[in-house]
């Protein structure tokens, strides 16, 4: 069993347990706002969106990922969320100054959701 491969694309894949003794950075991400707006941890696992008006995000979340969303909503505006699982049962309110800060991640084809907090 090979437990190191390197793909074509530069993805890597281990078998075993990987120590790792050292950091690892994560790519921060600022969403381009948009009418609609796909939830991708790809482009980053930490993503930062200002909300210019009320929006709608789109799951484009894979099984296994997960990502740490920072909204920015200085004017009550509304995010009307993709289908998906909140830890409390019901989606946060976004504070109105700083950030809310929601954990997404995906098991099988089910997203969740938790609130963590607001960051002023």
């Known amino acids: ?23 690892i950075d994560e790519n921060v991400f600022t969403i381009t706002d948009a009418a609609t707006v796909a939830l ?9 969106w200002t909300l210019g008006a009320s929006r709608t995000a789109t799951d484009s979340v894979t099984a296994g990922q997960s990502m740490l969303l920072m909204v920015a909503d200085g004017s009550s505006y509304a995010v009307t969320w993709p289908t ?11 504070a109105t100054s700083g950030y809310s800060c929601i954990e997404l991640w995906k098991v099988g084809s089910t997203l969740y959701g938790s609130h963590i907090g607001d960051v002023a």
């Open 40 to 48: 991708d941890p790809d482009n980053g696992t930490i993503q930062i």
């Open 84 to 94: 998906m699982t909140w830890v409390g049962g019901s989606a946060p309110t976004l």
């Open 1 to 23: 069993t090979e437990l190191f491969k390197v793909e074509e694309n530069g993805n890597a894949t281990f078998a075993g347990t990987v120590d790792i003794a050292g950091a």
